[in-house]
C-alpha cells in the first residue's frame, strides 16, 4: 500500500514547521540514522552486545545461573566505558535521536537485567550522556514512542536514489532496533508505524477541514461535510491496522518476553529491601552537572506507550475531545511531555485554533438548521463515533494482550506457587525453566482478587479505568440532537 498524497490540500510549510511531512505525518520522509558515527561506536557495540547475548530480565521466572552472569559481564563492560561528550551530536537532530535510541535502549537493558533486589544506579558513562541528550532534544530521559516508532525503521530494499521519495511504503521498512529480537516485537512497533503513516490521510484532511471552516459559507460547510465523511472512514482503517497487530504479535510473547523491556520507573513496583519504599532510578553523577536538572517536577519516568502518538492526540484535539482534568495533569497532557518538542508544539498550535471544528459545527446547526448544517453535525457525530469504536478496539487489544496475559501469569505463579528467583538462590543451584515469564505485574502490583484491577500500563496508569474513562470521553464528545 503506497499513501496517495494527490488529494493533499496541506499548507507543507506549516506542518513543515512542526516537523510534520505531508507525505509521512509524523513519521520522517527519510530513513533514521542506523549508527552514530566512529566517536560513538563503542555505546552502538554495547547495545549489539545486549541484543546478540539475548540478555535476560532479572525478574524472568526460572532465570539461570548462566543468563545472570551473562547480564552481570554485560553491566560491568558498559561501567567501564569511558564518558563520551556529545558535543558534536549536537549539530544534528538525526544523530541525537540516534544517540536518545542508542542510551535509552542501554539504559532499560541495564535496570531491567538487573536483580529486582538491587537498587537502580544507572552508570555514568549513560546516565550523563542521555541527560544530556534528553535536555537538547527537550524529551525525558527514558523510552519513547519516538525511539521505537518514529525513528527507529529503515527500508528494507535501501535505495541509491539521492532525490527526495515521494511517499513511503509501510510494507518497505522494518524495524532498527529490538530488545529480543523476535518478529512479535518488531510487528508490534511496525502496527503503531502503519498507523502513523496510514494517519497522513487524517492530518491532510484535518488541514483542508480547517481552510474550510475559515471560509465558513454553504459551500464550506457542504466540502467540510464531505471531508469529515472521509475522516471516519479513515479512521475505521486505522482500526483494522490496530486489529491487524493480532497477525504477527503473540499476546502471550508481547507480554512475557518484549513489554518488560519498556517499563519505565513509575511500573517499577520492587521495593528497596528493608525499606518498603519503591526503587528509584539514580542516575549516577547527575548532581554534579547543575545543569541536568531533566526530571519533570513530579518525577515521573513512564516507558514507551503509544498513548504517545501524536496521531491520536491530534485526532482528539480537531475534533475537540477534552480529556484535561481540573485539578490535575492528564494522562494525555502527560505523555505529551514524552513526544518530539515540534510534535508537542504542534498539537499546542492546533488547540489554539481560533476556529475550532465542534464549535463550528455547533454554531452552523444553531443558527441555521438547515439540511446542510445538519448533515454537518451527522457527519461530525460519525468521526467521533469512528473514534470511540477505534477506542473500542483498542481495549479489545489491551485485554488480549495484558490483562489476559496477566491473568494467566498470575495463575501460573499461584499455582506452582513461584517465586522470583534471587541471586542468592540461584547461586544455590540452577533452576532452569523453559518459561520466560517475567514476574506477572499483577502479583506486584495492588494486591487484588481480580488480576485485572490494579494491573498498570506501561505509561503508568490503572488500565481498565484509564481506557474506559478516555472512550467515555470520546462519547461525552458527541453533539445532541437538540
Ligand atoms: C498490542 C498493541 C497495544 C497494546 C497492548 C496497547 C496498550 C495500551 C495501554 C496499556 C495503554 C494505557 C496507557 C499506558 O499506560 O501506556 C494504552 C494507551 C493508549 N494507546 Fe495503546 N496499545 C496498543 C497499541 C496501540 C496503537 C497501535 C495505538 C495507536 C497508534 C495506540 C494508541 C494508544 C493511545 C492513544 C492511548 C491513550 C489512551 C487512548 O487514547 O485511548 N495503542 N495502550
Redesign the pocket.
Known amino acids: 500500500m503506497v499513501l496517495d498524497t494527490s488529494h493533499a490540500n496541506l499548507n507543507a510549510l506549516e506542518f513543515e514547521v512542526f516537523g510534520v511531512d505531508s507525505r509521512t505525518g509524523f513519521m520522517p520522509l527519510r530513513p533514521p540514522v542506523g549508527r552514530l558515527p566512529a566517536l560513538w561506536e563503542v555505546w552502538e557495540e554495547l547495545l549489539d552486545d545486549a541484543r546478540h547475548e539475548h540478555l535476560q530480565p532479572g525478574d524472568k521466572f526460572g532465570l539461570s545461573v548462566a543468563e545472570m552472569a551473562r547480564s552481570e559481564r554485560w553491566r560491568n563492560s558498559l561501567c567501564q566505558i569511558p564518558l563520551l561528550p556529545i558535543d558534536d551530536l549536537e549539530t544534528s537532530q538525526e544523530l541525537l535521536r540516534r544517540a536518545h535510541l542508542v542510551l535509552s535502549f542501554l539504559m532499560h537493558f541495564y535496570i531491567h537485567t538487573l536483580p529486582p533486589d538491587s537498587p537502580v544506579v544507572i552508570p555514568q558513562p549513560i546516565s550523563i550522556p542521555l541527560l544530556q541528550v534528553a535536555k537538547v532534544l527537550d524529551l525525558p530521559p527514558v523510552i519513547t514512542f519516538s525511539d521505537t516508532v518514529l525513528y527507529n525503521w529503515c527500508l528494507t530494499v535501501s535505495s541509491s536514489d539521492t532525490n527526495p521519495p515521494k511517499s513511503l511504503n509501510p510494507d518497505a521498512i522494518r524495524c532498527q532496533t529490538l530488545f529480543t529480537d523476535t518478529p512479535d516485537e518488531s510487528a508490534?512497533y511496525l502496527?503503531?508505524a502503519r498507523?502513523?503513516l496510514h494517519g497522513v490521510r487524517a492530518l491532510n484532511i484535518m488541514r483542508s477541514s480547517m481552510d474550510e471552516i475559515f471560509v465558513g459559507d454553504a459551500l464550506a460547510v457542504a466540502r467540510l461535510t464531505t471531508y469529515l465523511i472521509s475522516l471516519s472512514t479513515i479512521i475505521g482503517e486505522l482500526k483494522s491496522l490496530?486489529l491487524d497487530?493480532r497477525k504477527e504479535?503473540d499476546p502471550e510473547i508481547?507480554y512475557n518476553v518484549v513489554r518488560p523491556w519498556f517499563r519505565g520507573e513509575d511500573s517499577d513496583t520492587y521495593l528497596v529491601p528493608g525499606s518498603g519504599q519503591k526503587r528509584r532510578w539514580i542516575f549516577e553523577g547527575a548532581r554534579d552537572y547543575t545543569d541536568l536538572n531533566m526530571l519533570p517536577p513530579d518525577r515521573e519516568l513512564?516507558g514507551a506507550?503509544?498513548?504517545q502518538?501524536s496521531?491520536?492526540?491530534a485526532l482528539?484535539v480537531f475534533l475537540g475531545i477534552n480529556h484535561e482534568r481540573p485539578n490535575s495533569l492528564s494522562?494525555?497532557k502527560r505523555?505529551q511531555r514524552y513526544m518530539p518538542r515540534q510534535h508537542r508544539q504542534f498539537l499546542d498550535h492546533l488547540a489554539k485554533n481560533p476556529r475550532p471544528l465542534r464549535e463550528f459545527v455547533m454554531s452552523a446547526s444553531s443558527m441555521d438548521p438547515n439540511d446542510g448544517a445538519l448533515a454537518l453535525k451527522e457527519a461530525y457525530n460519525h468521526v467521533v463515533m469512528s473514534l470511540k469504536e477505534f477506542?473500542d478496539s483498542?481495549m479489545i487489544?489491551?485485554t488480549l494482550?495484558?490483562m489476559g496475559p496477566a491473568r494467566r501469569a498470575a495463575a501460573v505463579a499461584a499455582t506452582s506457587l513461584v517465586t522470583p528467583i534471587s541471586k542468592t538462590e540461584a547461586q544455590a543451584g540452577p533452576k532452569v525453566s523453559n518459561t520466560v515469564q517475567t514476574v506477572p505485574e499483577a502479583t506486584h502490583t495492588q494486591v487484588t482478587d481480580d488480576a485485572t484491577v490494579g494491573i498498570?500500563?506501561?505509561?503508568?496508569?490503572d488500565?481498565v479505568e484509564?481506557?474506559k474513562g478516555?472512550?467515555n470521553q470520546t462519547i461525552r464528545t458527541l453533539l445532541s440532537d437538540k
Open positions: 508490534f502496527c503503531s498507523i502513523e490496530l497487530v504479535c508481547y513512564s506507550s503509544a498513548g502518538s496521531l491520536i492526540h482528539d494522562f494525555m505523555m477506542r483498542h487489544i489491551a494482550y495484558i498498570t500500563g506501561t505509561g503508568g496508569t488500565l484509564f481506557l478516555v472512550r
